[in-house]
């Protein structure tokens, strides 16, 4: 078979169903209209809102003869409370063996009191609220007016972000000499610490709650408290932030002794550092033992020619002060292992 005539049998079929359909007697059936149903918009839902991390907080105010600064700064307190309209909170006065209205003012506007049957000290007052508190969150502020509850709102803020907040006087709001040994302090911890300290020891402070009840057995019974706290919680390994305020001027005489408290903070730094960060004094004072053991083996090598028993018991205290450092050093790596525990906050 030729492939002309192959072509036309392949064809043929084709040609008779195009005649069928042209003459109308093959119905040609067309494809219904498909209808469209309409397409329901895709709705986003809207974003769940961000939980607040400070929710719970407790405010801790020491208070000693405080009758003429209470009544205003707990107003304030509750005004600022309201506005900022926490899911809990409250107050607590710890009455440190107040004689005059103190422990009843603080009644009559709605604080928790907690009182000392005699004066155990500002800190000691710290102590007790610290474990007397049922927030997550406790903020500590002094009874003498100077601390503005309006800084709340800020610290609140930051507080989302660190595990404590510390209101800084920036080496103001005291007398000139007491400005200048809180920079001395401030400096000297700093370098403990190793992180830049603008204000040692305010008494005006956000913290988590988990972490001051941790920490309550270091806090002295005095006003030297702050020091303890932020030198500990720098060196423990914690966030810490510094929000500057205005200090405002007290009603009254202060509490505070300038060279019997002012010599307490240089102990207690000594103390913290010791305890957290020996290196940071054992080093300093081994490596200036050893330069002047050197220093005075070159003098009498020069001057005498020999080798004289000072410099030799000064090179060998200098590496003794150096193993002393690092076996502290070990001691204060485990101590972390209780102090540094995460509560999921």
């Known amino acids: 078979m030729s492939a002309d005539l192959q072509q036309r049998v392949e064809a043929a079929p084709n040609e008779r169903l195009s005649h069928l359909m042209a003459t109308g007697e093959l119905p040609v059936r067309r494809p219904a209209p498909v209808s469209k149903a309409p397409v329901a918009p895709v709705v986003t839902p809207p974003a769940a809102p961000a939980v607040r991390r400070v929710q719970r907080v407790s405010i801790v105010v020491p208070a000693r003869n405080e009758s003429a600064n209470l009544p205003s700064l707990l107003a304030e307190l509750d005004a600022v409370l309201r506005a900022a309209a926490l899911p809990f909170h409250e107050v607590i006065v710890v009455d440190d063996g107040s004689t005059d209205t103190t422990p009843a003012i603080a009644r009559e506007h709605g604080a928790r009191v907690v009182c000392h049957a005699e004066s155990l000290g500002n800190g000691a007052a710290v102590k007790r609220g610290i474990r007397e508190a049922r927030g997550d969150w406790i903020l500590l502020l002094d009874g003498d007016g100077q601390h503005p509850p309006a ?32 920079q ?162």
């Not at 800084?151 to 007491?178: F, I």
């Not at 018991?313 to 450092?325: C, E, R, V």
Request: net charge positive; glycine share 10%; aromatic share 12%.
């Open 151 to 182: 800084a709340l709102t800020g610290m609140l803020e930051l507080a989302e972000r660190y595990d404590m907040v510390v209101g800084s006087r920036g080496g103001r709001g005291g007398s000139r000499h007491r400005n200048f040994a809180n």
């Open 184 to 345: 001395v302090y401030s400096r000297f911890a700093s370098y403990v610490s190793g992180r830049h300290i603008p204000d040692l020891t305010s008494g005006f402070r956000l913290v988590r709650a988990d972490v001051a009840k941790d920490l309550v057995w270091l806090l002295p019974n005095t006003f030297s408290y702050p020091t303890t706290i932020t030198m500990s919680m720098l060196r423990g390994g914690w966030s810490v932030a510094f929000q500057p305020f205005c200090v405002r001027t007290r009603r009254g005489k202060s509490h505070i002794r300038l060279v019997a408290d002012g010599s307490r903070f240089f102990l207690i730094i000594l103390r913290i550092a010791t305890m957290f960060a020996p290196l940071r004094v054992f080093l300093p004072v081994s490596l200036g033992t050893g330069a002047l053991g050197i220093a005075w083996y070159l003098y009498t090598l020069c001057t005498e020619g020999r080798f004289t028993n000072m410099a030799v018991l000064l090179l060998s205290q200098a590496g003794l002060l150096f193993a002393l450092g690092l076996i502290a050093e070990q001691i204060a790596a485990l101590r972390f292992q209780g102090l540094s525990r995460d509560h999921g906050k």
